[in-house]
């Protein structure tokens, strides 16, 4: 899941972010309000925690200004004011829910789970697909009753595959979903972590689950009929190249 976080206060953005990096998922920062309407005008992000002190416009005016352009991303605001009043304005700008600072980061994660929950795709604590089992929650995976060791990104891989289960998924939709905008859309780094996934997942399973469509992306589940199993370098340059148009204007 991508994340976009608006914070000015370096400090505590560092320490969201690294908290979340821990937990899967890929994170870009906004330090303005006009920063963090440009992101999020360019980036499709699955969730955005957005304080209401920041320079420029404030949380309050990038929600309303957010909503109008008929965004429906999740929106979690952050805040140290603690009145009633702060707390309903937020919500009536098109806020999903609010927290205020000082915060247990414990209750930050639980908060953002929650409205992954009742975003318009419903995302189970439970994803099936053939013998594979991913427990979102405890962010663990086993097939076939074996527990599989992975690393966070590893993780965040999976399950991002899991839920576009019998759909051709891109090289660029990955990028924009399991790593955030430091990603380098030349690079074989996702070539690299779905053939890790291949050997954790598929190894010494009859039925594959990760199958590669030549210059369309990856397909996860089972299938019938030939997919190839090798990466296409056409598909990604082509990608690459659309990643690449739309950092161009960053």
């Known amino acids: 899941m991508r994340v976009l976080l608006v914070e000015d206060d370096s400090r505590i953005a560092r320490f969201v972010a690294k908290g979340l990096r821990e937990q899967a998922y890929a994170v870009d920062i906004a330090a303005t309000g006009d920063a963090a309407l440009y992101q999020a005008e360019i980036n499709p992000y699955d969730l955005i925690i957005l304080d209401v002190m920041i320079p420029g416009r404030d949380g309050f005016e990038v929600c309303r200004a957010l909503r109008k352009s008929g965004l429906r991303t999740p929106v979690l605001m952050l805040t140290a004011r603690d009145a009633v009043d702060d707390r309903i304005k937020g919500l009536d700008q098109g806020a999903d829910d609010y927290l205020t600072k000082p915060f247990e980061f414990g209750e930050l994660l639980a908060r953002l789970r929650a409205l992954l929950r009742r975003a318009t795709d419903v995302r189970p604590q439970q994803i099936c697909v053939a013998d594979l089992v991913i427990d979102t929650g405890a962010q663990t995976a086993e097939r076939a009753g074996r527990s599989i060791f992975l690393t966070t990104k590893e993780y ?10 019998g759909s051709v998924v891109g090289r660029a939709e990955i990028a924009e979903h399991v790593w955030d905008e430091t990603f380098d859309p030349f690079s074989n780094l996702i070539e690299v972590y779905v053939n890790r996934l291949r050997r954790k997942i598929d190894s010494g399973f009859r039925t ?43």
């Not at 999976?158 to 576009?164: F, H, V």
């Open 208 to 250: 594959q689950l990760i199958h590669t469509r030549r210059g369309a992306g990856y397909l996860f589940g089972p299938v019938s009929g030939s997919v190839s199993g090798n990466d296409s370098d056409t598909g990604r340059n082509r990608d690459a190249a659309n990643l690449r148009g739309r950092k161009s204007h960053v």
């Open 156 to 165: 965040a891989l999976l399950e991002y595959l899991a839920r576009k289960a």
